[in-house]
């Protein structure tokens, strides 16, 4: 269904991807699994057509969407839910999910209908909150909303980037669930994650990205196994390591904030 071949993506004179290739069949989930850093977001910009790849080549579908505009990617087929959910807070519930159907041309008002009944069954609570405002839900919900907006564009593809950030222990349970049920009922996911335990146990196979390059792919039961991905990605330690560097680079954002608001403020 997907196939990425050898890209290679550039920040300005920074090289994010490095040959980076990967391939999701059709009715897999597939997790791409790494470090915070490591290029996986980067990946994810790449495909949707937000970044454009200085080599290499990106097929969906047997047909080469290397370098098309986002919107045309997202009407070909592929839906991203990206990092952090970012709804429209503003907005209702109702209206958020309406507006993941804007890549949808000349979609038949059933065809509407039919898959908001697929996002209320995967999701009951936003049934019952479809009037409340996108402010007004909490973390959790936000993530089922954005999950259900891509849902709404009617996708054969769905990439998933880091949906379980910033949730408690117990609705991470409750997203992965969801999304082995989305896949079940027929999209193809691309499942990015640092969670790596998690998304594998839901995955068919994964790929572990580290400083722009694949340096690992194998069934989701081998990686689960193998000895270099206990000591790195699926320890006790590894979480602990991944907090802290979160933690980090919150505090320097903040910081960098702070020292702007400083600089305006003379």
Request: net charge positive; with cysteine.
């Amino acid at each position: 269904m997907l196939k990425v071949a050898a890209i290679e993506t550039w920040y300005g004179a920074i090289q994010a991807l490095k040959g980076v290739s990967l391939e999701v069949k059709q009715g897999e989930i597939v997790a791409l699994l790494g470090a915070n850093g490591a290029g996986k977001s980067t990946t994810i910009k790449t495909i949707t057509g937000m970044l454009r790849p200085a080599k290499g080549t990106i097929e969906f579908l047997g047909r080469e969407i290397t370098g098309m505009e986002a919107e045309d990617i997202a009407e070909a087929g592929i839906a991203c839910v990206p990092e952090g959910r970012r709804i429209f807070p503003g907005l209702s519930v109702m209206d958020n999910l309406m507006l993941g159907a804007t890549p949808r041309k000349k979609v038949a008002k059933a065809d509407l209908e039919r898959d908001l009944e697929r996002v209320f069954h995967h999701f009951p609570i936003l049934k019952e909150f479809k009037d409340r405002l996108g402010w007004q839900l909490s973390g959790g919900q936000q993530q089922m909303l954005a999950i259900g907006r891509g849902l709404m564009s009617g996708a054969k593809l769905m990439l998933l980037d880091e949906p379980s950030l910033g949730l408690a222990p117990v609705l991470v349970q409750e997203v992965f669930r969801v999304i082995k049920d989305i896949n079940t009922t027929g999209t193809t996911i691309l499942l990015v994650e640092q969670n790596a335990r998690m998304a594998l146990l839901i995955a068919h196979r994964g790929y572990v990205l580290e400083t722009g390059r694949m340096t690992l792919t194998d069934s989701s039961a081998n990686l689960l196994a193998n000895e270099d991905m206990k000591a790195h990605y699926l320890g006790a330690h590894a979480h602990v390591k991944e907090a802290r560097q979160r933690r980090s680079e919150a505090a320097n954002r903040r910081a960098g904030g702070a020292m702007g608001a400083q600089g305006q403020s003379r």
